[in-house]
C-alpha cells in the first residue's frame, strides 16, 4: 500500500512537472509567436512608411516637372529695344535760320538748289551787289531765298554766297552777289522757272562740285 502511495504520488508529481513544463513551452512559444508577430508588423509598418514617404516626393516632384514642362513660358516684363545712337557720340546741329545750299541735278543739267530739292533762280533787273528788284506781287510768285546760307555736307561751290537786306529787312541768300529766289508752286528737282519771261535763270554748276 505504501508502495503503491508512493508510486501514484510520484506519478502524479510527475503529471504535474509534464504540464507545467507544456504549459511554460506554451507560453514561451506563444510569446516568441507575439514577439515575432509585432516584429513582423512592426517591420511591415516600417516598410509601408517608408515606401509611402519615399513615393510621394517623388511623385510630387514628377508632377511637378511634367506641370512646368506643360506650361508654355512667359516673358515677365517686355523690354523694349531703344533706336541707334551716333557712333560719334555727338550730334550737330545747324543753327535756327540756316539754309542748306546744294548741288542738284536736273533736267537740264547740275544747277544750284535749296537741300528741299527747290531750285534758285536769279533775276535779270537784279544788279550784282545790289538790293532785290523782286518785292511785293512779283515776290509772292517769285519768293525770296531767306536764312543764313551753307554749303551742304558734300558739295563745294565756285562761288560764295552772301546775305543781302531785302524789302522789309528780310535777309536774303544771295551767290556770287546776285539775289537767289524760288519759283511758286514748283516740284523739287524741277526746272519749270528757268526762261520765264526771259528774266530768270537757273545757277549752272557741274558734277565735279560734289566731293561726296
Not at 33 to 56: E, Q
Not at 78 to 83: F, I, S, V
Not at 93 to 108: D, E, K, L
Not at 180 to 199: F, Q, R, S, W
Request: charged share 10%; hydrophobic share 35%; with cysteine.
Amino acid at each position: 500500500m505504501r508502495k503503491s502511495g508512493w508510486a501514484a504520488a510520484t506519478g502524479l508529481g510527475s503529471l504535474v512537472l509534464l504540464l507545467a513544463a507544456c504549459g511554460g513551452s506554451s507560453s514561451s512559444s506563444n510569446t516568441a509567436a507575439g514577439a515575432a508577430s509585432g516584429t513582423a508588423s512592426s517591420t511591415a509598418l516600417a516598410t509601408s512608411s517608408a515606401s509611402g514617404s519615399s513615393s510621394t516626393p517623388a511623385s510630387a516632384s514628377a508632377s511637378g516637372k511634367a506641370s512646368k514642362a506643360a506650361s508654355p513660358h512667359i516673358s515677365a516684363t517686355p523690354h523694349n529695344t531703344a533706336g541707334p545712337q551716333p557712333s560719334s557720340g555727338t550730334v550737330t546741329f545747324n543753327p535756327q535760320g540756316t539754309t542748306i545750299m546744294i548741288v542738284q541735278h536736273s533736267a537740264i543739267g547740275w544747277v544750284l538748289a535749296e537741300a528741299n530739292g527747290q531750285v534758285v533762280y536769279t533775276y535779270s533787273k537784279d544788279t550784282k551787289n545790289g538790293a532785290p528788284t523782286c518785292t511785293g506781287s512779283c515776290a509772292s510768285q517769285w519768293p525770296p531765298v531767306t536764312g543764313t546760307p551753307k554749303a551742304g555736307p558734300a558739295d563745294t561751290f565756285p562761288g560764295s554766297f552772301g546775305v543781302v537786306k531785302g524789302s522789309g529787312g528780310v535777309e536774303q541768300v544771295t551767290y556770287e552777289g546776285r539775289p537767289l529766289y524760288t519759283y511758286a508752286g514748283a516740284k523739287p528737282y524741277v526746272t519749270t522757272g528757268n526762261g520765264v519771261d526771259n528774266e530768270w535763270k537757273v545757277v549752272p554748276l557741274s558734277a565735279s562740285d560734289i566731293t561726296g
